[in-house]
T-cell receptor
Framework: AQSVAQPEDQVNVAEGNPLTVKCTYSVSGNPYLFWYVQYPNRGLQFLLKYITGDNLVKGSYGFEAEFNKSQTSFHLKKPSALVSDSALYFCAVSPDSGGYNKLIFGAGTRLAVHP | NAGVTQTPKFRILKIGQSMTLQCTQDMNHNYMYWYRQDPGMGLKLIYYSVGAGITDKGEVPNGYNVSRSTTEDFPLRLELAAPSQTSVYFC?????????????FGQGTRLTVV
């Protein structure tokens, strides 16, 4: 079965420190990979995506993600965390098979950045 | 620029009642989706539509119905509400048929069935 795993329910980081939110996937073929962020009482907002090419993808708000095909991972990173980055982060995968733009979501990781 | 708008934001239903969750987008997107988000779980696709007049089931369609009479609107209907339908519902849209395009989400509807 196709799936996305976010192994950490919560990640705690001190402001100014680097952060990593982990994501691994299990899908057939060459998937497209996404990160979304959800702030309290808001809908999901697109952060970045990997389609092809350079394995390091840069996105909104200083976030970046590294695609690793051999490890089937797409970890989200930021060099210096801000308190305002505190939110719920979702990794999503769109398999290259299937007749529509299907997104498979991970369960989400809550990021807490402490002053 | 409104994007994807959902109404209502909150609703409490009694078991067996029915309701319609409204969703409209002003981006002229062909693709629209309904997801539900349960605590500790990722979003699950309920229904999707590839254009006006065309809808299809997603991963968890039981207990729901949809229609797509216009490009802009994609309402979700609950006919006989059950406690298992307590969830947060998100409508989304995307501008392309490509699987590499990101989706735009509404703010969500928090539904409680008691």
């Amino acid at each position: 079965a196709q799936s996305v795993a976010q192994p950490e329910d919560q990640v705690n980081v001190a402001e100014g420190n680097p952060l990593t939110v982990k994501c691994t996937y299990s899908v057939s073929g060459n998937p497209y990979l996404f990160w979304y962020v959800q702030y309290p009482n808001r809908g999901l907002q697109f952060l970045l995506k990997y389609i092809t090419g350079d394995n390091l993808v840069k996105g909104s708000y200083g976030f970046e993600a590294e695609f690793n095909k051999s490890q089937t991972s797409f970890h989200l990173k930021k060099p210096s965390a801000l308190v305002s980055d505190s939110a719920l982060y979702f990794c999503a995968v769109s398999p290259d098979s299937g007749g529509y733009n299907k997104l498979i979501f991970g369960a989400g990781t809550r990021l807490a950045v402490h002053p | 620029n409104a994007g994807v708008t959902q109404t209502p934001k909150f609703r409490i239903l009694k078991i067996g009642q029915s309701m319609t969750l409204q969703c409209t987008q002003d981006m002229n997107h062909n693709y629209m989706y309904w997801y539900r988000q349960d605590p500790g779980m990722g979003l699950k696709l309920i229904y999707y539509s590839v254009g006006a007049g065309i809808t299809d089931k997603g991963e968890v369609p039981n207990g729901y119905n949809v229609s797509r009479s216009t490009t802009e609107d994609f309402p979700l209907r609950l006919e006989l509400a059950a406690p298992s339908q307590t969830s947060v519902y998100f409508c989304a849209s995307s501008y392309s048929t490509g699987k590499n395009t990101e989706a735009f989400f509404g703010q969500g509807t928090r539904l409680t069935v008691v």
